[in-house]
């Protein structure tokens, strides 16, 4: 599984540092010195067969660009990062403007790694001196070979006068987990080098479900915050506004307002400033978080779930961390689908009888019937799901079948799943990237990641996940 990235940008001149894997924290730098680059930092992901990480969180305690002779600190989120999110997505580490020079490594130490995984080795097994029974979801802090890693770029970055690159830093979780799940982030790791110079896109951030603190109409910026920081985006003519009272007329005044919940595509710029191309209403007011998770199992009977938290709306949900398990009661709940860009017309999602193992929902707890890791659900969301896996049968584009799943997934009786990509702007285009530009361009065997909602059940019988993003390795 190759999880997407947390960026580190390096820019010139003085500006706001972003912290924070996907949102980050804005830190004021002061002026910078006469003669700077700026550089970024993103990072990405590749898991041990029989335990699919279902949560990783780790904290990237500092960042070192290396000369010959010479060390620059660059600034790190405060934050813990959550990586299994990144397996479609980027996320954004931080910007800093650097002294001119040769750079030919980055030096990363991490801390404090936490891992939740579902136990489907078939037996017991002992995690840096936690035993996680059969079938079981465990969080466990993984014993770690080494906590540093010091990676050699691909090539050399030459920081100069105005200049702007990004490093995009990849853990592949497949080689960072050994088979006892202990960890070694020197062999996990990696770097490529993406230079707006040289013709090459800047990373977008997508999906980023926040609250807005704040909105600046004379400076056209709005200020979000999550679990995960705070970012600030500036909104503009090219911003698309979606799903929105009636009284939206597409521009931030009559749109946006402090308390909301919305969702936020941002594209990195290279001075390190967020535009918002896309805005999705959630909700009206904050005062109801949402927490999102991936299901692991399901009780039709009882009308509940349960689920592994990877995502809170709000800055903090008292009882509920990341990477917990939590109950779920669907009581009295309604059943939506997200508008997430695809036409996913035709297939159902109006209760319990419609959830599997596998999906991404987003709940709108009730806080006056909810306490910690048992949550009342007002409503039930569907959301993307990420699934990486390699394709063991040639393409049938429009449609791709997976059987190499996630062993959460297959454990749970889901043998094959339906990818449904779209060329087609009236049922929304997938975005294909990585080594593949187009469904047709997929080799067999290849390794995959797809973003989408997944339904239980469609025309064909199997699983189907409407994919409105496909990255190839």
Known sequence: MRFRRCILPL????????????????????????????????????????ATPLSFTVTVASATLNTSS?????????????VTRLQTETGFLSSDTIALGN??????????????????????????GTVCAKAAVCTVAPAAANL??????????????GS??????????????????????????????????????????????????????????ITIQNYWGTSIATVNAGTAFHDFPSSCKSTLATCVSVGQILSANMALQSTAA??????????????????????TSIDVPDQQFNMVVLDESAPTVSGLA??????????GATFTVDDMGMDTTGYLFSGVSDLMVGQEVSVLRDSTLSSGTSLTADRVLLRASRISTTLTVSPACPSLTISSLPSFISAAGTAQISVLTSSTASNGLT???????????????????????????????????????????
């Open 322 to 331: 990341i990477g917990s398990a939590a109950t779920v009661s669907t009581t």
């Open 103 to 128: 750079y030919t490594s980055l030096t990363l130490r991490f801390a404090n790694p936490s891992l939740t995984f579902e136990n489907n080795t078939g037996s017991a097994m002992t995690v840096n």
């Open 164 to 221: 702007s690159d990004t490093l995009d830093v990849d853990l592949n979780l497949a080689n960072l987990f050994s088979a006892t799940l202990s960890a070694d982030f020197a062999a996990g790791s990696s770097v490529t080098i993406i230079s707006p110079a040289l013709g090459q896109t800047l990373p977008s951030f997508e999906d980023v479900v926040a609250e807005v603190t704040a909105v600046d109409t004379a400076h056209s910026t």
């Open 70 to 82: 010479t060390q620059v600190s660059i600034p790190t989120p405060t934050t813990p990062i959550e």
């Open 11 to 50: 820019v010139a001149a003085s500006f706001l540092a972003l912290a924070g894997c996907a949102t980050g924290s804005h830190i004021t730098l002061g002026s910078a010195p006469t003669q700077t680059g700026t550089i970024n930092m993103v990072m990405t992901d590749t898991p041990p067969t029989g």
């Open 274 to 295: 967020l535009i918002a191309t896309d805005l999705y209403f959630k909700d009206a007011a904050s005062s109801e978080p949402e927490v999102e998770g991936v299901i």
């Open 431 to 473: 975005e294909f990237t990585g080594t593949a530009n187009a469904c047709s361009a997929i080799p067999t065997h290849a390794s995959l990641s797809a973003r989408g909602q997944l339904f239980s059940v469609a025309g064909n019988g199997l699983p189907t996940l409407i994919a409105s993003k496909v990255v190839t390795h």
């Open 148 to 161: 540093t890693a010091t990676i050699t770029l691909p090539s050399t970055v030459a920081v100069t006068d």
